[in-house]
């Protein structure tokens, strides 16, 4: 292992580090100024999201473009969206049996602000809006994230069944992911003085605004997130990568969580995660496809949330969270989460969703609080699904390329 090239990583990581505390201190001592220098951490995050349309359908339709074996781009895809749906349904399990130990309101809420909300879509209308937009320029704006997810699976196919990699378009996409990727390697030079600033009014914004509920809600859900990423994630990783799965997964997941963090992105995650996985020694077909999926299908810190969520709510009114409820809290969290785009926010989707099916009659009053919640834990939330993403290349990566497939590559660097 190159000593300079770790010096080199710890040391980026380090300042990071530092422009977020010192970003934290400012947006707290001069929150004025905070709000004023907001742009500069703007600037970062629209670049990244200019960076992510051509990277994401780049780098999808490659892998599945460039594939010889058709069957084994099925079993990754097949592999990859079971393992979202069970990682998710297991934190919101985790979270439901915590906040029927902690709930985060003791007592109703006698004064509730209400809020106008807008119209939201039908069920039906989420389905089509999930997977599809309405034409090709509706795929072109990270709003339509899983819509060019799936245009980048079926053109990758469809450039597979013309020819694959020895094509011209294929030739075309695997050099375009290669150009956005050292693109990517450009504006992480900017990064230290954006996370400053995203921090700096993170704090200025909503450092004085927490109180008794949300801060009781914000002691279970902070630290049940760094917990996981400390048990669950080796956990994962050594089922997938056998005994040295975890050693290996610490020793990469500090720059996605650290990314992820400072940007509220999962999508802005994306050249990160897959620059780790290339380190690792995973698969390139695999990293290209499981890493953008899970930017907008892998959330689990989501579905942390979203069981948060329901249960805040149900305390302001009054309402008791029981253990009949379990099965349908769980469900609405993992499929509300899967279908969530990966921006800061979510495009206030799962809020909707949990508005409409829970608190039908009280969407004024429920929808503020929902989004209020959703604000405060977005960071951490987003840390779990976005450095999630690598861990879940381990899992596939065992199913795709056997059992000993990190101890192969072990070996092979150790040569």
């Not at 119209?119 to 997977?131: G, P």
């Not at 245009?151 to 020819?163: I, K, P, Q, R």
């Not at 050693?247 to 992105?265: D, N, W």
């Not at 299908?297 to 009949?324: R, Y």
């Amino acid at each position: 292992m190159d000593k300079k090239a770790v010096a080199k990583n710890y040391r980026l990581f380090a300042v990071m580090l530092a422009a977020m505390v010192l970003g934290c201190i400012v947006g707290w001592l001069a929150p004025g100024f905070a709000s004023a220098i907001k742009p500069l951490g703007t600037v970062f995050i629209n670049m990244m999201f200019c960076i992510v349309v051509p990277l994401v359908f780049a780098s999808i339709a490659g892998s599945v473009a460039n594939m010889t074996n058709r069957r084994r781009a099925g079993k990754i895809l097949g592999v990859t969206i079971v393992t979202f749906v069970v990682t998710g349904a297991i934190a919101a399990v985790i979270m439901f049996a915590l906040m029927k130990i902690f709930p985060p309101v003791l007592q109703a809420w006698t004064v509730i602000p209400e809020e106008e909300i807008g119209e939201y879509a039908s069920y039906s209308d989420m389905i089509v809006n999930f997977f599809t937009a309405s034409d090709f320029s509706g795929l072109l704006t990270r709003k339509a994230m899983l819509p060019l997810i799936v245009f980048s699976l079926l053109f990758g196919f469809a450039v597979n069944l013309n020819g694959g990699a020895e094509t011209l378009c294929g030739k075309f996409l695997a050099d375009l992911t290669k150009v956005m990727l050292k693109f990517v390697n450009i504006i992480t030079y900017y990064a230290p003085i954006a996370f400053f600033a995203i921090f700096a009014d993170l704090v200025a914004s909503y450092g004085t605004q927490i109180t008794a509920d949300y801060g009781r809600a914000l002691l279970v859900y902070y630290p049940l997130c760094f917990i996981y990423i400390f048990t669950a994630f080796p956990l994962f990783a050594r089922f997938g990568g056998g005994k040295s799965g975890a050693k290996i997964m610490f020793r990469h997941i500090l720059r996605p969580a650290v990314v992820s963090l400072g940007t509220c992105s999962s999508v802005a995650t994306i050249p990160t995660n897959l620059a780790e996985a290339e380190e690792t020694g995973i698969s390139k077909d695999v990293a290209e496809m499981v890493i953008p999926l899970g930017a907008t299908m892998h959330m689990d810190g989501s579905c942390f949330s979203c069981v948060l969520k329901i249960a805040f709510v149900l305390g302001v009114f009054g309402q008791n969270l029981t253990w009949g409820s379990l099965f349908g809290i769980v469900l609405v969290a993992v499929l509300s989460s899967v279908g969530m785009s990966g921006v800061p926010g979510g495009g206030y989707i799962g809020e909707y969703i949990i508005c409409s099916i829970f608190f039908p009659s009280q969407m004024a009053l429920a929808f503020p609080i929902l989004v209020a919640i959703g604000n405060l834990v977005d960071p951490p939330a987003t840390m779990i699904n976005a450095a999630g993403d690598y861990v879940v290349c381990f899992i596939v990566s065992r199913f795709t390329d056997g059992k000993d497939w990190l101890q192969k590559i072990l070996k092979k660097q150790s040569q």
